[in-house]
């Protein structure tokens, strides 16, 4: 099983490629899509969309880990998030992946052990399951690593 996992956002994208490899989660590739604050949101959505698509092309995955939807305060926010998720459900369709998504709390749970876990713990866990993980990374991109090995800890084994 070879998972393309994703924090989705429209501001900063988390994207991350991973695989159990000798029954060990193995990164191979991870980045955070970043898009101007500036562009209207469609150019933005493009933007993300054609970069996805460029990853899925590149790594090949076979299945979609993606986070649910995080309702805040800001309506607008989470609508342009809906509206990325589901750019990125649909892009992950086409080329075949099985979705599979994750509450925040699941992936925390998942991850730490424990559906409570702050921003650090989560990152530390990561760093600890997949040293080879970049030091320098935003959060999205640990947060979009984690939806990884959540998604293999749920499913990756059974393959």
Do not use: W
């Not at 991973?18 to 991870?30: G, M, N, T």
């Not at 990853?55 to 309702?71: A, M, R």
């Not at 699941?106 to 760093?127: E, F, L, R």
């Amino acid at each position: 099983m070879r998972v393309i996992s994703v924090d989705p956002g429209y501001d900063r994208l988390g994207v991350a490629i991973v695989e159990l490899v000798d029954q060990k989660e193995k990164l191979f590739f991870s980045t955070c899509i970043q898009t101007d604050k500036k562009a209207p949101i469609h150019e933005r959505l493009k933007k993300l969309g054609d970069e996805f698509t460029e990853i899925l092309k590149n790594y090949s995955p076979d299945t979609l880990g993606i986070e649910t939807l995080f309702f805040n305060k800001n309506q607008k926010t989470a609508m342009a998030v809906s509206e990325a998720r589901g750019i990125l459900i649909y892009l992950a369709q086409v080329h075949n992946c099985v979705v599979h998504e994750f509450s925040p709390q699941a992936i925390k749970v998942a991850v730490t052990g424990y559906g409570g876990s702050d921003k650090n713990a989560v990152i530390d866990m990561v760093q600890r399951l997949i040293p080879e993980a970049p030091k320098d990374a935003l959060d999205d991109e640990y947060d979009a690593i984690a939806v990884g090995i959540t998604c293999l800890a749920h499913f990756g084994r059974s393959q």
